[in-house]
């Protein structure tokens, strides 16, 4: 019968293990059979611990787009602390007012000198994510969250007029009969003021007439408030001046 085996790499060069997990957990002889629940905590104790540890990935993304959740398994074996190589994680997602946890997909850390899973989530809004090690006969299990939160794109273009410009766009995603604002700041270092209110039309979309000032310019954009699902989300920047 084949049996799965667990290495332990390190996590530098200078630190490098290859240590076969099956070896590494040996629990302790008995004079007599165990109970179950004993066989289980001895099992437990005998294992090595682990942690999961993501590596840096932008936690703010636009809707549609897609974020690279990476991370090891990291344990401590006969006083050395490394990264799990080859051994199976799962990826779970909570979108944000849900409770329950949704399983996405399955991968293997890989088994280089720098052992690491990487899942592709899809960033359809606000959601917490979990990736899960169910343990082996070498070590423990564990799992750790870990979040991404979604902005709302607006698809805006501004068409040039003889007094007033015209912003005009849609809100992407399900935003029909939603609130919607255009604000604006007078100088590149003021605060953006909101100036009119409104709600999109179907599909998202929304327009604004941008006048322009005697004189240099105004500064344009245009702003949804936050929910749940998705992050106050802000449109890119347009100026009006006149030529």
Request: aromatic share 12%; proline share 6%; glycine share 12%.
């Amino acid at each position: 019968m084949k049996t799965t085996r667990a290495f332990l790499v390190g996590l530098t060069s200078a630190a490098l293990l290859g240590l076969p997990g099956a070896a590494l957990a040996n629990p302790p002889a008995q004079s007599s059979a165990p109970d179950q629940s004993t066989a289980t905590m001895q099992m437990s104790v005998s294992r090595h611990r682990t942690a999961i540890r993501y590596l840096p990935f932008s936690h703010i993304r636009s809707y549609g787009s897609t974020v690279g959740i990476r991370g090891q398994v990291v344990g401590s074996a006969q006083g050395k602390r490394g990264a799990l190589a080859g051994v199976q994680v799962r990826l779970y997602r909570q979108l944000n007012g849900n409770s329950a946890w949704v399983y996405q997909a399955t991968r293997r850390t890989g088994t280089g000198p720098f052992p690491q899973f990487t899942f592709g989530a899809f960033a359809r809004q606000n959601a917490h994510y979990k990736v899960v090690f169910g343990g082996n006969p070498s070590f423990q299990p564990s799992a750790k969250t870990t979040w991404l939160t979604v902005f709302r794109l607006f698809h805006g273009v501004i068409t040039d007029g003889t007094n007033t410009a015209n912003l005009h766009g849609f809100v992407t995603p399900y935003y029909t009969g939603k609130p919607i604002a255009l604000q604006k700041r007078s100088c590149a270092a003021c605060d953006y003021l909101t100036v009119k209110r409104t709600t999109t039309g179907t599909d998202g979309v929304y327009s604004f007439a941008l006048p322009a000032p005697g004189s240099g310019r105004w500064w344009w954009r245009v702003a949804i408030p936050g929910t749940v699902a998705y992050m106050a989300s802000y449109g890119g920047t347009f100026t009006t001046e006149l030529r």
